[in-house]
């Protein structure tokens, strides 16, 4: 029930393309969901985060939508470019979070 | 604003020794600061959870005599690596949580490497 499943591993796009990260949880409890970003040999840095009162929530070229009743959430990211090439990850819970597994994105030229 | 610096920022040791690593919020004060552990191309694993004046939480598996950890005041944390191991290398990293904001900050991560 603490599980955050995130996919895909692994996601290549071209520059101007729009990746999608899909996240699913399990304990309706969870209240918070946040999505960071990570580049080698760094800490995560904190992207946009939603709290499930709301389907959506945007922060300049990146978007979450929620889906409370499929217990899904997912990051797109408009109009992509090389330099948001990084792993993200996504996480579920209040003030305690339990982490999905990662998607390294590359953004090709 | 919310800043989170980590000290020091990569390590080398000797196996059987000892390493401190600090957590420091910088311009906030955080009640609750955690500690994670990532190995390469892995997610983060919570090892504790610490609030100020008070025992950390250890999650399940984590040895709490071999992770030491204190949170001296609303600004600092540190965990120590005790008797270190080479299994012990990895990536820690400390986030702070901030009431005002209801979110994890994280800092930048020490990169111990136990020979």
């Known amino acids: 029930q603490q599980q955050v499943k995130q996919s895909p591993q692994s996601l290549i796009v071209q520059k101007g393309g729009i990746p999608i990260i899909n996240c699913a949880y399990e304990?309706?409890?969870?209240?918070?969901f946040p999505w960071y970003q990570q580049f080698p040999g760094k800490g995560p840095a904190l992207l946009i985060a939603i709290r499930p009162d709301v389907s959506e929530k945007k922060e300049g070229r990146f978007t979450i939508s929620f889906n409370k009743s499929a217990k899904q959430f997912s990051l797109h990211i408009m109009d992509s470019q090389p330099g948001d090439s990084a792993t993200y990850f996504c996480?579920?819970?209040?003030?305690?979070?339990?982490f999905g597994q990662g998607t390294r994105l590359t953004i090709n030229p | 604003g919310a800043v989170v610096s980590q000290h020091p920022s990569w390590v080398i040791c000797k196996s059987g020794t000892s390493v401190k690593i600090e957590c420091r919020s910088l311009d906030f004060q955080a009640t609750t600061m955690f500690w994670y552990r990532q190995f390469p191309k892995q997610s983060l694993m919570l090892m504790a959870t610490?609030?100020?004046?008070?025992?950390?939480?250890?999650e399940q598996g984590v040895e709490k005599d071999k992770f030491l950890i204190n949170h001296a005041s609303l600004t600092l944390s540190t965990l120590t690596v005790t008797s270190a191991h080479p299994e012990d290398s990895s990536f820690y990293i400390c986030?702070?949580?901030?009431?005002?904001?209801?979110?994890?900050?994280f800092g930048p991560g020490t990169r111990l490497l136990v020979l």
């Open positions: 304990n309706t409890a969870f209240d918070y």
């Open positions: 986030s702070a949580y901030t009431t005002g904001q209801e979110t994890q900050y």
């Open positions: 610490s609030n100020e004046g008070s025992k950390a939480t250890y």
């Open positions: 996480a579920a819970g209040a003030q305690k979070l339990v």
